[in-house]
Every structure is written in C-alpha cells, then in structure tokens.
C-alpha cells in the first residue's frame, strides 16, 4: 500500500485499512468493469471478482500538453511541458506551470513530473510574476507529499534510499519510533520515522513518518521540509530549538530523536578517526 | 495572559480560561494565604479576597548558583554561571548547563537567562561532550516555547517587536489569521499567526501563534523555528514545499499565508525602485 512510502510504512497504511474493514488487493489488474443489476461488477488478473457499488478510478495524471506542443513548445520524457527555472517554455515570453509542467527537484537538480497542488501555487506565482516583467526563479520541490487514511497520517518529503542512490549518493535509511509527546500525559501516540541521509557528509536526504493523525506528523514532516530546504546535516535537527510541553513533545522531539537513531546508526558504518583526549 | 505573547494572542487565551470557568484577575498582588476551616483563603492588592481548595505557586525560576560561586565561579546579571558557548565557565574544565546557567541565544548573539527543559538538554549535550574532551559548540536558544490551555495551544519561537527593536532590529509584526486545513474539510480551525520580520532586510525575526489544539499550532512554530535557525527571509517561507493534504493543511500553509500577509504589508512601508518592463 501506498507505494510512495517505504514498505515498512506501506504495511502500517495497510493495516490501518483492514483495520476499518477495507479489503486490500495489491498486484491485481482489473480487467472489466461491469453493471450487475443495481451493482457493479469487476473481474480482474489470478482471477479476482469482486462486486461493489461504486468504483474509483484512481490511475495517476498524465499531462495535457497537446496546445502547447502544436505551438512548438518542447515536451519531456513525461510529456510534460519543459521549462526553465523562471517556469519559461522554449518559447520566450510563454510560461507554463502546474501539471501540465515539469517540476525542478531541488535535491535532485533537475526536472522531474510530480504533480501536486501544492507545487503548481508556487509554480504559478512564479509564472505569473516574470510574465508581468519580474525576475524571480522556482526553488523546487522537494517531492514533499501528506495523506491521511482514516486515523493515520503518512507523509514523506526529499528522496528514499534508492531514489538517493540512484542520484549519486550513499544513502543510509534508518528507522525509529519515538512517542509524539512525554507518555507520562495522556493520548501519547508511537510515530514511525524514516530518515534517508548521506552516509559521508551526514546531509539529510529524505524523511516519512506514519503515525496517529492526532500526532502532528504533517508538520513533523515539514520540519524536516524545512531543515532539507536549507541543505542541513541530519545531526544539525539537534540543534534546533523545537517547541517543547508535555502534552505535545519531548525536550528532544521525535524528529531529533531520529536524527540521532540516524547519527548513532552512521558512526557504525563510517570510521571516526581516534580523538586524543588531553 | 501569558506574556510571553503579544497581548492580542494574550487575550484568546484569557477567553479560553473563561469559557472554561476560570475566574481572571490580573494586576493583583497576592498579599497572604490563610487557613479557613478546610479551605484557604486568600487577600490580594485592591481588596482581592478568594476561598480555594489549593494554591499553586507559579512564581518564575531562579538559578541556586551558590556552590559553584562559592568555587569560584563567575555568575552574571541573573545570577546564573557565566558559559562560553562550550558551555565551559571561567575555571577550566568545569562546565555548565541547564537551569543553573546561561543560554547562548542565537538571534540576539548573547546570553540570556531562559531556563527550560529542551534547552538544558541541548546545553547537557555540548556539556557532556566537552567535559569528555569532544569540541562541540551550543548553537544557542531561539526562545522556543509552548503551551496548551484547555483545547489551545499557544506556542511562539524567535523575538517580539520590543525584543527585536531592543536588539537592534528595525521590526515590522503583522498578524494573520488563516485555517489550519482547507474549510471545506470538516474540522478545520483558525489559526492566529503573528510575524516579526526586520522590515529593511526581510530577514524572520519570531512568530507566535495561537489556536486549537488539533491545529499543529506548536509544529507550525517549529517550521518558524527551523527557517530562523537557517536565517531564511519571511519571504523565503513561500518557497518551502510544505505538506498539503485537504484535512491537514492547504496549498499554501497557514505559515506561508501568514509570511504573504507580512510581505505585503512590508512592501507597503519599504519603498521599492520602480522596474522597467521590456
């Protein structure tokens, strides 16, 4: 389930829906989609039959660039429009943005197709404002991405460990839980945190977490947004000044407890030269 | 309230103490505490009497440096052990940390006297670390802090407009109200967010914030918190690929809402040189 998250986190998401009474079949393709009477009927791959009243077809986007490239504006890989770091096409003077678009990944460096509300506002502001003669640039995504499902909340920003390695990093993963806040004060919740970071330069990379939608794990996640943004160590998050009250968090929030399962994890794989001590 | 806020934010915590039956009285000095049968009866300045079943004492802390001066140990204005920003004091070898000390902060870049938990444990840290002949330095307070009032959370990070006009600063604060999720969502809730940016250089100098509990108030803060770590630019907060989901945030986050809002009000006191539109 859900397989934007690493499978350690997947299966919490999956557990959460069998939880709620969901069936969940994963490597099935479906195959037809027929009316049953008031219902509707579904076959699909190994020979899955299911019926139901209502089905959703949730299959992905695909960008609708054909205007565009019938005006001469160049296409990727993905199809999408490609654009510079001012969201301007090949053509001067034409600007695109949103899912019709390629994105900049900040921590990759390049474009990619990810398309997300949340990016095409930024994207927009972007084009809009060098349309009418300014002169600002996209900062980039950092592939940052939330979902609730039922009482959980899943939700990752930067890259996974393959990504990572794929884009010429060593990256470590590294997987902790921590309580949201002190266990003493009622409603403490356990959150799964993930942190992908560069084994060498100790640079954090990425991070998920999964945990009760009551355990701020969103905007946990845009800490991380934040740290990643600036281009942090993953041993820097200690030394933030994060809020601390029992009812919320730790002296050390579960972010910092992470980074320092992460660093503790790093110091095993990576020499540390002999200190003298005087 | 609470001044630790604003007083606009001061005051919806004073609402919420009263919507739970709290009885307010503010500019009182308590003047004795006596026994009345099973009860204790209080007097106070200006005729204040009271009858409760518990008085607690909520007075500030003061540091018990006594030992460590008797050593010969230098303390400073508030009484607390003067530390170098490897936490050592003025006799060699001997560190400090914690409520006993003084914290580095990292906007104003001198120590102050601000004694909290997820501060000591940080001081505990660089402490520990050098008294064991590590080199590692405190990167200092930025006045982080939270706390939850019946169903609100009221949590501020970084300087107030007095704090950062006493500092040297040219601050300008705006407050902004935005919901903590898309409305159309069941649930969502206002938040309050008040900036403190330095108008001439855009620079982020603090925010505060008050709302409901299930509104992420204290790891929005921490987002502030972050960027002011990395001395980000209000502005720089628009930037930032923070999280959206509908149930749990908005396309633009009620932080970046709130650092729009403060843009456009600087733009409307700093002068800006007239572009020329090719």
Not at 153 to 171: N, Y
Not at 179 to 193: F, Q
Not at 202 to 227: C, N, P, T, W, Y
Request: glycine fraction near 12%.
């Amino acid at each position: 389930m859900l397989a934007t998250l690493d499978p350690p986190l997947g299966l919490l998401v999956g557990e959460e829906l069998s939880r709620h009474g969901v069936t969940v079949a994963t490597g099935v393709a479906v195959e037809t989609v027929g009316r049953r009477g008031q219902r509707l009927s579904i076959t699909g791959s190994a020979g899955f039959r299911a019926e139901t009243d209502l089905v959703l077809v949730a299959t992905g986007v695909r960008p609708e660039a054909g205007l565009a490239a019938a005006a001469g504006i160049e296409t990727g890989k993905w199809g999408a429009l490609r654009v510079n770091r001012a969201m301007e096409t090949n053509v001067p003077h034409v600007y695109a943005a949103g899912d019709c678009a390629e994105t900049y990944h900040r921590l990759l460096e390049r474009c990619v197709y990810l398309p997300l509300g949340s990016t095409a506002h930024k994207q927009g502001r972007v084009a809009g404002e060098n349309a009418a003669g300014g002169e600002v640039t996209f900062s980039g995504t950092l592939g940052t991405q939330a979902v609730q499902v039922f009482d959980l909340v899943a939700a990752r920003t930067g890259l996974r460990d393959a990504e990572a390695r794929e884009a010429g990093f060593d990256p470590l993963t590294v997987e902790v839980e921590a309580w949201d806040h002190k266990v003493y004060y009622p409603g403490a919740h356990t959150l799964h945190v993930r942190i992908t970071g560069d084994r060498g330069t100790g640079r954090l990379l990425g991070a998920q977490i999964v945990g009760h939608r009551a355990a701020e794990v969103s905007k946990r996640v845009d800490v991380f947004a934040a740290a990643l943004f600036n281009r942090m160590a993953v041993a820097g998050l200690s030394d933030v000044d994060l809020s601390y009250t029992p009812p919320l968090s730790s002296p050390w929030d579960a972010v910092q407890m992470a980074a320092q399962g992460w660093v503790t994890e790093q110091s095993r794989t990576v020499p540390v030269p002999n200190e003298v001590i005087d």
